[in-house]
């Protein structure tokens, strides 16, 4: 099979890492790609936005199946051009991919198929968002509309502190066209998660569970950013909650979808709130996570591809995964400054070093090559990625690779992990 990789991060590193481990695998192609990917699969220089100039390239190279790792591409249509040229693709359509492209369109389907979530309002009007959060008080949560990057969501601790939010989104446009709309919502309490599952539009097969860390310094504190690292299995899942999850928030989701006449198919990220053994949904998300994925496939034993295509034909019934009976855990090393402004083109040091480590993989997010040398090239720069017996084994590990790699300012959280130790 030939197979193409659309987006340049993380995410897709770790994708190409698994999916070339396929022995149904002949070719492997990435747009654009990223220099940890090169050692992986042919880069091939078309943005993951440019739909045109991938469907040309995908027609061209006779391409079995298309994998999309980003939310925008997925948001701009991809999956409907390549169905409609006749090729196999695996994501959501344009229509399914709103589910993460509008934070009202997801809550407005949880609302209409009385999936657990937190109760919200959405608004277009600045001065309604404002008189809404004088009425509701704090702690109070709001959310820019469209995609953002991971970035869009301001946990508002006063009532001034989420009215400055309701401005920077809405007035000062900082996410762009994103905040022309923004949902406001109940605060929720608890400890988060993320659940996966590949679905068919259909069927429905779970992943394992894991757990991202949104705030950019220790102990959760900082703004939020786009992940600073994961860890799989998350003990929070507990079996029955595993079933639970299933039953009452993935299962209405994917039959929701359908019945409202947009098929969902592809991977479901939900991310969830755990309070009192109760899971409500945070976010849904139309993509693998990342830096979820990164642990997740490190522990997948299985062959990936034939459940990629599972998917894109509708054939996901009789698919199954097998896991690694092992913990993995990734630590994001980001430049200094992130989520805000960071400084690019830093020299990385201590590649080769951590490449040594046995059980450890160095996922490329936000990298480039100036003058044949690695250089930092965005805000989550690599997510180091170790496997071991236990939690505590895989953060050794991580954190070993961890101290391998150097470059100017670059930043990293210390306590990846330590929720799953804690308990």
């Known amino acids: 099979m030939k197979i193409l ?55 061209a190279e006779k391409i079995d199946l298309t994998v999309v790792g980003p939310e925008v591409p997925l948001t701009m249509g991809i999956v409907d051009r390549f169905q409609a040229a006749g090729l196999d693709i695996f994501g959501p359509n344009q229509a399914a991919a709103q589910i993460e492209g509008s934070k009202g369109f997801s809550k407005d389907l949880m609302a209409r198929h009385h999936i657990p979530t937190a109760a919200y309002q959405s608004f277009t009007d600045r001065d309604q968002a404002v008189a809404y959060i004088k009425q509701q008080g704090a702690p109070i949560v709001v959310k820019a509309d469209g995609l953002a990057a991971g970035k869009g969501v301001i946990v508002a601790m006063t009532k001034s502190e989420a009215i400055a939010g309701i401005d920077d989104i809405m007035l000062d446009k900082v996410f762009g066209t994103a905040g022309s709309s923004v949902v406001i919502e109940e605060f929720m309490e608890g400890e988060e998660a993320s659940f996966f599952a590949f679905t068919d539009g259909k069927n429905i097969l779970p992943l394992a569970s894991s757990q991202d ?43 929701g979808m359908a019945d409202d006449g947009h098929p969902y198919v592809g991977i479901l990220y939900v991310g969830l709130m755990i309070k009192d053994g109760k899971p409500r949904v945070v976010e849904y998300n139309a993509r693998f996570g990342d830096p979820e994925a990164q642990p997740l496939l490190m522990r997948m034993k299985s062959d990936i591809v034939p459940v990629l295509q ?63 040398a690695v250089v930092n090239n965005g805000g989550r720069v690599l997510g180091v990625t170790g496997l071991g017996d236990t939690v505590a084994s895989a953060i050794n590990r991580a954190y070993q690779g961890v101290a391998k790699i150097s470059w100017k300012n670059v930043h990293f959280r210390k306590d990846i992990g330590q929720k799953a130790l804690n308990r």
């Open 5 to 59: 990789v659309v987006g340049g991060g993380g995410r897709e590193h770790a994708l190409c890492w698994k999916i070339g481990q396929s022995p149904l695998v002949d070719t492997l192609y990435c747009a654009p790609g990223n220099p940890g990917i090169a050692e992986l699969a042919e880069c091939v220089h078309i943005g993951a936005d440019e739909i045109d100039a991938l469907l040309d390239f995908a027609l």
């Open 213 to 255: 860390h949104k705030r950019v310094f220790d102990e959760d504190e900082g703004p939020n950013t786009g992940g600073m690292g994961a860890y799989s299995p998350a003990p929070v899942v507990t079996p029955q909650l595993h079933d639970e999850i299933v039953a009452t928030i993935v299962k209405p989701t994917i039959d």
């Open 310 to 372: 599972a998917c894109a034909r509708g054939n996901l019934a009789a698919s199954s995964i097998e896991w690694h009976d092992k913990a993995a855990v990734c630590v994001v090393m980001a430049s200094g400054g992130y989520p805000a402004g960071f400084e690019k083109g830093l020299p990385i040091s201590g590649l080769e070093d951590a490449a040594q480590i046995n059980g450890l993989m160095v996922f490329h997010a936000g990298t480039t090559l100036k003058d044949g």
